[in-house]
């Protein structure tokens, strides 16, 4: 079936870098797309929405950005710092439908 | 508080035993979801309420599992004659029952089955 998954299951970068952490989606007809970060022991933390009209949309030292022609999602941190260490899920959503989650990635920022 | 709250937060249990996991939803919030997720996996998504709609049951696992959700807002999860694959994390988000809204998210209930 269609699903959601990531490319890089962990991502290391130094404080200060920039991060950039991938998915790749199959289903076509999905218009919303959602970034959680997953500390240890807590349950996702909303980050940033994207809707399949948009192809980028940014927050605060965070950036995401939707290729519907090849089908990605990317979220982008600026300056990563050790707080933005955890476990990152995207997820894709087709209207009222149920949230499908990929298995995430584990970003580690070292000091 | 301001954002999903679910009990216990752990729950330790033998096999064979029933257990009922509660989610009280952000207010407001008609739809809610139950998640589980294993260790080191992404989420699995179990039943989801919205407003007064019968609910999407289509991801329970087996008839063991069953959800309700009282007056439109505390939802609980029950497993019956619960099993060691059982044991997972259980989360619960609640979101507007509008098209596209982001789903918020509790802390979970950590289930362990002995």
């Known amino acids: 079936g269609e699903s959601v998954g990531l490319h890089l299951p962990t991502l290391s970068v130094q404080e200060g870098d920039n991060s950039i952490i991938n998915c790749a989606y199959s289903n076509s007809a999905s218009d919303y797309f959602i970034w959680y970060k997953q500390e240890s022991g807590k349950g996702p933390q909303f980050i940033i929405d994207i809707r399949s009209n948009m192809d980028k949309r940014q927050g605060q030292r965070v950036t995401v950005l939707l290729n519907k022609t090849v089908k990605h999602l990317s979220l982008q941190i600026a300056a990563t710092q050790p707080g933005d260490s955890a476990v990152y899920f995207c997820?894709?959503?087709?209207?009222?439908?149920?949230?499908?989650f990929g298995k995430g990635t584990m970003l580690l920022v070292s000091p | 508080g301001a954002g999903v709250s679910q009990s216990p937060s752990n729950k330790v249990t033998e096999k064979g035993k029933d257990v009922e996991l509660r989610c009280d939803p952000i207010s407001g919030h008609t739809a809610l979801y139950w998640y589980r997720q294993s260790l080191g996996q992404g989420l699995e998504f179990l039943i989801y309420f919205q407003g007064n709609s019968a609910p999407d049951k289509s991801g329970l696992p087996s008839d063991r599992f069953s959800a309700e959700r009282t007056g439109g807002s505390v939802s609980t999860l029950t497993i019956q004659r619960t099993q060691q694959e059982d044991s997972a994390v259980y989360l619960c988000a609640s979101s507007l029952d509008r098209r596209n809204q982001p789903q918020h998210f509790g802390d979970g209930t950590r289930l362990s089955i002995l």
């Open positions: 997820a894709e959503n087709r209207g009222y439908s149920t949230l499908t």
